[in-house]
Nanobody
């Protein structure tokens, strides 16, 4: 069992930065692929980034490439999403998730946090 708690969201102006954190509990955290997704009102849940259990490989959605960086601190059981050059279209609830498989599909993720709101003003 893995429990996930996100933090770090908020209101920021376009062009600004935020760093989201996802604190995980559970002994098996280090063996899971960790992902970030986002969901805007009226839209489907969208993949943002993922990182291998070892932290050696990452994957970013096209919308995040060059702007967002995912990382993990195995000692702290925490995953981060550094978001730079934010745009109004990045406004969404950002959710952290854990999976036993390497995937960009939300259905492949077994555990989810409750999310943190990110709002980017123009």
């Amino acid at each position: 069992q893995v429990q996930l708690v996100e933090s770090g969201g908020g209101l920021v102006q376009a062009g600004g930065s935020l760093r989201l954190s996802c604190a995980a509990s559970g002994r098996m955290f280090s063996s899971y692929v960790m992902g970030w997704f986002r969901q805007a009102p009226g839209k489907e849940r969208e993949f943002v980034a993922a990182i291998m259990s070892s932290g050696g490989s990452t994957s970013n959605a096209d919308s995040a490439k060059g702007r967002f960086t995912i990382s993990r601190d195995r000692a702290k059981n925490t995953v981060y999403l550094q978001m730079n050059s934010l745009k109004p279209e990045d406004t969404a609830v950002y959710l952290c998730a854990a999976s036993r498989t390497w995937s960009q599909r939300a259905t492949q993720y077994d555990y989810w946090g409750q999310g943190t709101q990110v709002t980017v003003s123009s």
